[in-house]
């Protein structure tokens, strides 16, 4: 990897999630003035996706020199599929802000579209290969399970993330993003591993944002995006790539899930790091899971050693 | 010992005549037999068994790498007394790269490089063939690859024809440069679009052709 390579993929993504993110936490912060009792998060909820999506281009501009909007290649819309994640992130994250008398009409747009966008992903990415790969009945019936897993995952993560503010939700997702690495990488799938770390230094941005603003949160918008990422990370890496395993990346498609642990009514009313560390834990374990049969599926301990 | 030296003679004999025999066999329908005047436009298919597409690409900056795509496929007609009425139509599979490592291979065929899934074939049809001097030709066409078809120009040697087990075949070689990054393939390569990233941009094609007459 060249320095080129390390400034446009880890070292710019880095700088714009975490100086956007404390721009937009002081900015709110000043505009606002949220009353010290209020409980609820007050962050600017957008911003973690908008900060996340231009972070993601820079990176998507580190790997391909010449991006468009909508490549043929649908192994190359990384950029439109964050686009979409940080578009969706935003709008979730604007329903929160409706009155609390009609927050019922929130969640009824909130879930579709996060249904939405599990739907769009699949389709952009694997819709062109029909039919000489697969079926248009098997593209959608694809496209149904991703939605279908995005929305629960948000939503679990998204109510992990309303208790774990600050630097704690970064790290709850780090493991997820750091076990796709391996993941790829075994797999001989190189940008995927790239694109996994660049989200992770994004993730260590935003951790160290939180440590410096202790009601960050990632809730709605910010897990939307991750998920989003991820969630087009695995369709590339199990449909486009002849070396993919399915079993290590179903496992890591449960990590999310994981976190949920802390939700369980004996966990959630605790109060100190007791939570934290049942969200947390779960997901080390089971990303760790997922990272080490990936690489123990390789007989080579270097899949590039060409 | 006298018994044994008469009776091998037989035995050398014969062993002998099968060889002159073969010899004689392989001659007639394994040698191409080429023959220098001008075929008529006649229609070829592919031997995908004796042809070759081979490709070079710089690899850190430096050094030529060589690879190939195994099992060519396609047709063309050409007499080269009338070379503007030449066709060409070649396929060859992505699956099919063949770097001489298996990692690699797989590595070249998934998302980062050709997308085999989605981009199974690549394609050649030719635009116009024109004479240049001798058996020397300009063939245009339109190269698609990787969801991008775009125009190319291949240095065109018409070998000529000859006969291959009893049939009459043609052979012709042909250059094309071409530059991946006109084809959206884009890793690995230097951000200025030369040669000096891990791998260069501009990549040579030659395409070696036998083609029994349909």
Redesign the interface.
């Given at each position: 990897m060249?320095t080129?390579d390390l400034l446009f993929t880890t070292v710019f993504p880095g700088l714009i999630t975490g100086v956007g993110l404390l721009a937009a936490w002081l900015l709110w912060q000043v505009i606002f003035r949220p009353a010290p009792s209020d409980a609820r998060p007050r962050g600017p909820l957008w911003a973690a996706p908008v900060v996340f999506t231009l972070a993601f281009l820079v990176a998507y501009y580190g790997?391909?020199?010449?991006p468009?909007l909508w490549?043929?290649?649908?192994?190359?819309r990384f950029h439109t599929t964050a686009a979409a994640g940080g578009a969706i992130g935003v709008l979730t994250s604007l329903v929160t802000l409706v009155p609390a008398r009609f927050r019922w009409a929130g969640h009824l747009v909130r879930h579709p579209l996060t249904l939405a966008l599990g739907a769009f992903i699949t389709l952009a990415l694997l819709a062109?290969?029909t039919p000489?790969?697969l079926s248009a009945a098997r593209v959608a019936l694809i496209a149904a399970a991703c939605a279908a897993w995005l929305a629960p995952a948000t939503a679990a993560l998204d109510a992990v993330a309303h208790r774990q503010q600050g630097w704690r939700m970064p790290v709850v997702l780090l493991p997820v993003a750091a076990a796709f690495i391996p993941v790829c990488y075994f797999g001989?799938?190189?940008?995927?591993a790239q694109f996994s770390a660049c989200l992770f230094a994004l993730l260590c941005a935003a951790l160290i944002v939180g440590l410096i603003c202790p009601r960050l949160s990632l809730e709605h918008g910010g897990v939307v995006f991750v998920l989003a990422a991820l969630l087009s990370l695995g369709l590339?890496a199990q449909?486009?790539?002849?070396?993919s395993r399915t079993w290590p990346l179903i496992v890591l498609a449960l990590a999310p899930f994981a976190a949920a642990v802390s939700l369980l009514p004996m966990l959630a009313g605790r109060k100190g790091l007791a939570p934290f560390l049942a969200a947390a834990v779960p997901v080390v374990v089971v990303a760790g899971a997922a990272a080490l049969w990936a690489f123990l599926g390789r007989p080579?301990a270097d899949?590039?050693?060409? | 010992m006298r018994i044994r030296t008469i009776a091998a003679v037989p035995v050398a004999l014969l062993l002998a005549a099968g060889a002159l025999g073969f010899a004689a066999h392989e001659r007639s329908t394994l040698a191409p037999s080429v023959e220098t005047p001008a075929a008529q436009a006649a229609a070829y298919g592919v031997d995908p068994v004796h042809s070759s597409v081979v490709f070079r690409i710089k690899h850190a900056g430096i050094a030529n790498f060589y690879g190939r795509f195994n099992g060519l496929t396609g047709e063309f007609t050409f007499d080269p007394d009338n070379p503007s009425a030449g066709q060409f139509a070649f396929s060859v599979k992505t699956q099919n790269v063949d770097t001489g490592n298996s990692q690699r291979d797989d590595h070249l065929r998934n998302a980062d490089f050709f997308n085999a899934v989605q981009f199974p074939t690549i394609d050649f049809k030719s635009t116009s063939i024109t004479h240049v001097e001798g058996n020397h030709y300009v063939l245009k066409g339109d190269l698609s690859l990787h969801g991008k078809t775009r125009p190319v120009e291949a240095k065109f040697e018409w070998l000529g024809t000859g006969t291959f087990r009893n049939r009459p075949i043609a052979a012709f070689e042909a250059v094309i440069e071409i530059k991946r990054s006109d084809f959206d393939m884009t890793h690995y390569m230097a951000p200025d679009g030369s040669d000096s990233g891990g791998l260069g941009n501009n990549v040579t094609i030659k395409v070696a052709v036998e083609a029994p007459q349909k």
């Amino acid at each position: 990897m060249s320095t080129r390579d390390l400034l446009f993929t880890t070292v710019f993504p880095g700088l714009i999630t975490g100086v956007g993110l404390l721009a937009a936490w002081l900015l709110w912060q000043v505009i606002f003035r949220p009353a010290p009792s209020d409980a609820r998060p007050r962050g600017p909820l957008w911003a973690a996706p908008v900060v996340f999506t231009l972070a993601f281009l820079v990176a998507y501009y580190g790997f391909n020199t010449k991006p468009q909007l909508w490549p043929t290649s649908s192994a190359m819309r990384f950029h439109t599929t964050a686009a979409a994640g940080g578009a969706i992130g935003v709008l979730t994250s604007l329903v929160t802000l409706v009155p609390a008398r009609f927050r019922w009409a929130g969640h009824l747009v909130r879930h579709p579209l996060t249904l939405a966008l599990g739907a769009f992903i699949t389709l952009a990415l694997l819709a062109p290969l029909t039919p000489h790969a697969l079926s248009a009945a098997r593209v959608a019936l694809i496209a149904a399970a991703c939605a279908a897993w995005l929305a629960p995952a948000t939503a679990a993560l998204d109510a992990v993330a309303h208790r774990q503010q600050g630097w704690r939700m970064p790290v709850v997702l780090l493991p997820v993003a750091a076990a796709f690495i391996p993941v790829c990488y075994f797999g001989a799938y190189a940008t995927g591993a790239q694109f996994s770390a660049c989200l992770f230094a994004l993730l260590c941005a935003a951790l160290i944002v939180g440590l410096i603003c202790p009601r960050l949160s990632l809730e709605h918008g910010g897990v939307v995006f991750v998920l989003a990422a991820l969630l087009s990370l695995g369709l590339l890496a199990q449909f486009l790539n002849p070396n993919s395993r399915t079993w290590p990346l179903i496992v890591l498609a449960l990590a999310p899930f994981a976190a949920a642990v802390s939700l369980l009514p004996m966990l959630a009313g605790r109060k100190g790091l007791a939570p934290f560390l049942a969200a947390a834990v779960p997901v080390v374990v089971v990303a760790g899971a997922a990272a080490l049969w990936a690489f123990l599926g390789r007989p080579d301990a270097d899949p590039y050693a060409y | 010992m006298r018994i044994r030296t008469i009776a091998a003679v037989p035995v050398a004999l014969l062993l002998a005549a099968g060889a002159l025999g073969f010899a004689a066999h392989e001659r007639s329908t394994l040698a191409p037999s080429v023959e220098t005047p001008a075929a008529q436009a006649a229609a070829y298919g592919v031997d995908p068994v004796h042809s070759s597409v081979v490709f070079r690409i710089k690899h850190a900056g430096i050094a030529n790498f060589y690879g190939r795509f195994n099992g060519l496929t396609g047709e063309f007609t050409f007499d080269p007394d009338n070379p503007s009425a030449g066709q060409f139509a070649f396929s060859v599979k992505t699956q099919n790269v063949d770097t001489g490592n298996s990692q690699r291979d797989d590595h070249l065929r998934n998302a980062d490089f050709f997308n085999a899934v989605q981009f199974p074939t690549i394609d050649f049809k030719s635009t116009s063939i024109t004479h240049v001097e001798g058996n020397h030709y300009v063939l245009k066409g339109d190269l698609s690859l990787h969801g991008k078809t775009r125009p190319v120009e291949a240095k065109f040697e018409w070998l000529g024809t000859g006969t291959f087990r009893n049939r009459p075949i043609a052979a012709f070689e042909a250059v094309i440069e071409i530059k991946r990054s006109d084809f959206d393939m884009t890793h690995y390569m230097a951000p200025d679009g030369s040669d000096s990233g891990g791998l260069g941009n501009n990549v040579t094609i030659k395409v070696a052709v036998e083609a029994p007459q349909k």
